[in-house]
């Protein structure tokens, strides 16, 4: 049985990889489909199979797909050219035949008021229509998101959001990159829907605690209306476009967006999620 990766020099699906190796999966039945094959040169050395496309590349998606049984389409990171990307990598699918496709997308993509949950929808939808047998993986939030705020609380002493009282049940890259694998592994997965979030269920108040912890003082939330939120991420360097969509995000975490208890990453992986603190004190 053939597994295949897209992305799978990235963050999220280079955690994939290792742990389709760690749980047992041949290295020979691994393809990792990536844009640059130098950046896959330790999966290679390991027997992984390396093929090359671009998400933009229909034809090359095509033949990297060749012979694949399963496939995890990690949702690419070029917000706004995603839908014609996924497009593509659909197509190739169903043109390769391949068995089944797990995507990667986010809690509760059919109802999410994010902004970031349009394309996810729509790729859910497509999927849907594709004839191929599918199985979703609704991602939470990274706790890896915030490891420019443990900067920014040794510089302020603050925590600056826009979520309210909101929680986050947010987990590791690597928490979720096991739950895929764990998914690709097992029979029986068509059709089926796993809302994935960790054990913490975090305030940005209690996030702050954790952030005091790491850096040995005291941080504290400042809790921002959303435009003025995202002047703070601009004046911090985040460009024009991904300030807005991160500011967006925490709104929706003041509404619940980001928040799950329904226990599905725990049971994939055998284990309780990674600690925010272990994660943003690495």
Do not use: C
Request: net charge negative; charged share 20%.
């Amino acid at each position: 049985m053939t597994i295949a990766v897209t992305g799978a020099t990235g963050h999220l699906g280079r955690h994939v990889v290792t742990a389709l190796l760690d749980r047992g999966a041949e290295p020979s039945d691994v393809i990792a489909i990536v844009r640059d094959a130098a950046k896959a040169a330790d999966l290679a050395a390991r027997g992984v199979q390396v093929r090359v496309a671009d998400y933009a590349d229909r034809d090359a998606l095509v033949a990297a797909l060749a012979g694949v049984d399963k496939l995890l389409l990690i949702s690419g990171s070029e917000i706004g050219w995603r839908i014609a990307q996924h497009t593509n990598v659909i197509e190739a699918a169903t043109a390769a035949g391949a068995g089944l496709v797990a995507y990667t997308s986010v809690l509760d993509a059919q109802r999410s008021p994010l902004a970031l949950a349009a394309e996810h929808k729509t790729t859910e939808d497509l999927l849907a229509a594709s004839g191929l047998d599918v199985v979703l993986l609704r991602n939470g939030w990274y706790w890896e998101n915030y490891a420019a705020a443990v900067e920014m609380a040794k510089a302020t002493g603050a925590l600056f959001g826009a979520a309210g009282t909101g929680r986050i049940a947010g987990a590791a890259r690597k928490d979720y990159a096991e739950a895929a694998a764990a998914v690709l592994l097992a029979g029986d997965q068509a059709g089926r829907i796993y809302e994935l979030g960790g054990d913490e269920r975090l305030t940005y108040v209690e996030l702050a605690d954790v952030l005091s912890g790491i850096v040995g003082a005291p941080v504290a939330y400042k809790d921002l209306p959303r435009d003025e939120y995202t002047k703070v991420l601009e004046s911090a360097g985040v460009p024009d476009p991904m300030a807005a969509v991160l500011a967006d995000s925490d709104a929706g975490i003041a509404v619940g967006a980001l928040d799950t208890d329904s226990g599905d990453l725990q049971r994939l992986i055998g284990r309780p999620s990674t600690p925010v603190a272990t994660v943003l004190s690495r």
